[in-house]
């Protein structure tokens, strides 16, 4: 389309010059047609209808909009002006041509003009400001917010497709934005670090500047705007509330609200799921967040709940952290106090003095420890019988200790009390009983069978616990009280406790066993002093005298016992290349019955140590060598020197360290060849392995060595620290196989050299890019029937040959991945199979 500015024009139109312009085909007869025009870019023609007889001139009618005319002359048909794409997209026209006389001559014919969009709108933003707010700790990438933004231009084309972005952030403390938004939509979201950093106490508002670019922002041509976004973070609702009381034994009706928790989001579903392993969890939650006690809760059964409620979406998943909810059950006074025995007895001797302490009435209660609800009181309610006189005891009121109130009891008035005692706590009340037995005073004194038991003697090995001696007192007062029970008590030869002396309170027998293992090294005799005694004091002018003691002897004999190893296991590390008759370590034993040691070592399979009989000294016996065995570990043997079979054994392990002593070598495990013809320049990579430890070989070099011909014909180039790329330099090798010699060196200290011949095939190969069957070929051509023979011999070896590879295969699968190649081989001799 031709363009022109106004007055050329104008011209052009008046003098009706048309030429047919930089050869457009811009003339025509009259027919239907459709023009195609971009909006805006001013005045312009369109289009010449010509002439045609009788016709003598043209007329439109139509959509013109003030601007779409032809010359009725010429037939040129022009827009004077610009059209607009986003004021009318299309414009109807009709032409007709007319004869001298003004009748028409032909038409009306369509002449229709599509108007075609040019981005020449900006985007702009419904608002001039937006506002948003989001809640701490919100779901990263769920908008609370949307941006729009409109564009006039054809949304069918780029110039109306908008993308937004974040332009700025205010402020941005973070090396993260802290909110996102989607290109395409205009959702503005929590990023990940919003969801996390994002505080009121720290920052309250941020103001993001979004713009929106069209040309779906992938031009930089497009138009651009851009809009303040003022966003204010509030506290998130989600959090734990303060911990919750609730009164045991609740008579409300449940279930109970007992607290609330709100999620951040809309319409989530709420759920509670226990924390510790409970029969039951006595709580629920409502579809709006109040929590529950669905039952009275029991303090005494439980005290504290602790679990969790979660929020989820509609498909499960979590929308918020889970809160923990810690409930604590406040004590009530629902538990009545409990004697701790149903019937409590107390003997009281008869010269006991008015004041003295005669037991204590022992009661608890269920309830909170250290309230008022389990604060006990005692309260004496009866004495029975109320002879000679009533209140002969005293209870203290907060403890339940039980005193004689004036005066001493005689067993002749009444051997036996009963007393019910009141317990009571601020609520409940309970009724103990006591018994008080009178009984007989302490005024006899065990006396011992026999002043001395003479002695037993007993092997030092005898078990513990064994009764050794049973001894027997006697004792003259009342039977099955305090006073007439004995307690026997080795008073002196035993300062280890090595016996103890048990009672039968039947019949008083006592019976003297092993509390602890004997051993006749650290004493051979015991002279024992033994006491009895009652567990009641004795009355005053009374005392134990020598007739409650006794002697008795315990010797121990000795057993031979086998020598001793101080210390479980023997280790030692040692370098392996350490000489010949070294001194690796020492080891002792001793025979505890002072008999001199004899040492000899067992599973000394490799025979690298030999030990010194006497000393215990250790040596090598032979080189040692890590390679074979890290970690070498036998037996020493410790025996008495006079008799051999009492001997005891220990471990003895030897750790070797590594030393640079094994060559570096080319591994083979697979063959190395180039393919015949070579053409130079191939490369194949070679490997190298150490048999010392990874420290020493984790670095190789290759070199090749300097001989004729070598390093003409074959070039080296380091790969990695283990591998390296052998290449043939030149085209010029023959069919066979090369011995290219290679010098390698470790990385060790010293560095170990070695110099090895790698086999290198020059092959032909298949299309797979392996060698064929590697058989050397005769030089002359077989005879047909030498051929059968071959044919048949290179079939029994291929046969061979495939039994090894899958065997080959079969093994390496187990122990590593199979090689490519291996695969590539199998296909290759199966086709020639
Ligand atoms: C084109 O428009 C201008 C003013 O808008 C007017 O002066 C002129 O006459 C018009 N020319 C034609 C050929 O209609
Ligand atoms: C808009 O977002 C989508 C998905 O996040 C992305 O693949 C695309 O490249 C973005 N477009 C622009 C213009 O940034
Ligand atoms: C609850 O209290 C009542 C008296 O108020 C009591 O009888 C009941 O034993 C109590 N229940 C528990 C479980 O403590
Ligand atoms: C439950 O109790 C909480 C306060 O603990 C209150 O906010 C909530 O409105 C109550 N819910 C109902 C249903 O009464
Ligand atoms: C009896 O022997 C024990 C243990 O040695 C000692 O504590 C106690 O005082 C002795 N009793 C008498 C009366 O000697
Ligand atoms: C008592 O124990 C000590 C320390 O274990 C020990 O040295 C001593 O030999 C022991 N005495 C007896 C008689 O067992
Ligand atoms: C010890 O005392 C009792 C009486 O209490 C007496 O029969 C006995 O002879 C006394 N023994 C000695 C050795 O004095
Ligand atoms: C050297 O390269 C080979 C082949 O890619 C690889 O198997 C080997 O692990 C590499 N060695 C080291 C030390 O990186």
Redesign the pocket.
Known sequence: MLKLCGLQFLLLIQSAMWLNLEGLRVSGPLKDMDFFVQEGGGPRILHQFTLEPPAVSFRMSGEKAGIIDIEPRTGILYINGSLDWETKQVHKLQVESLDESGSKVKGPYSVTIHVEDINDNPPEFDQKRYFGIVRQNSRPGKPFMYVHATDRDDPTTPHAQLSYSILHHFPNPYKEMLFQIDNATGAISPSRTGSYYLDPQKQAIFTLVVSVKDMAGTTINAFTSSVDVIITVMESLWKAPPIIHIKENSTQVHPVNISKVWSNEPDVIYDIFEKEKLPRLPFSISKNGDIYVTEPLDREEKDTYTFFVVTKDNTGELVDKPLQIHVIVDDINDNPPVCQKPLTIIEVQENEMGGSNIGTVLATDMDKEDTLNSRLRFQIQSQEPEFPEKNLFYIQKDTGILQLTGRSLRKRESAKYFLKVLVTDSKYETICDVEVHVIDINDQIPIFEKSDYDSVTMAENMPIGTVILEIQATDGDEPDTGSSLIIYQVKEGDPNNTFIIETDSQTNRGFVKINKALDFETMPVYNLVINATNPEPLVPHVQYNSSSTTKFKVVVRNVDEPPVFPHPVYKAEVSEDIPVNTLVMTVEAYDPEKDSVRYSLEGDVRKWLRIDPATGQVYTNSPLDREAEEIYSIEVVASEKNNAAQKSKAPLILHLLDVNDNPPEIATDYPTFFCYPVSGGEKT?I?ATDADKQYFY?KFTFSLADEMNTRNNWEISK?????AYLSPKHANFEEKVYDVPIVLNDNGNPALQNKVNLKVSICKCSSENSCFIEINREHSWPTPGQAIGILLAVLLVIGAILAGVFCHMKHKEKNEKSHPKDAKDKAELNRLA
């Open positions: 990579l490997q984790s790969f990695n620290a283990t591998h």
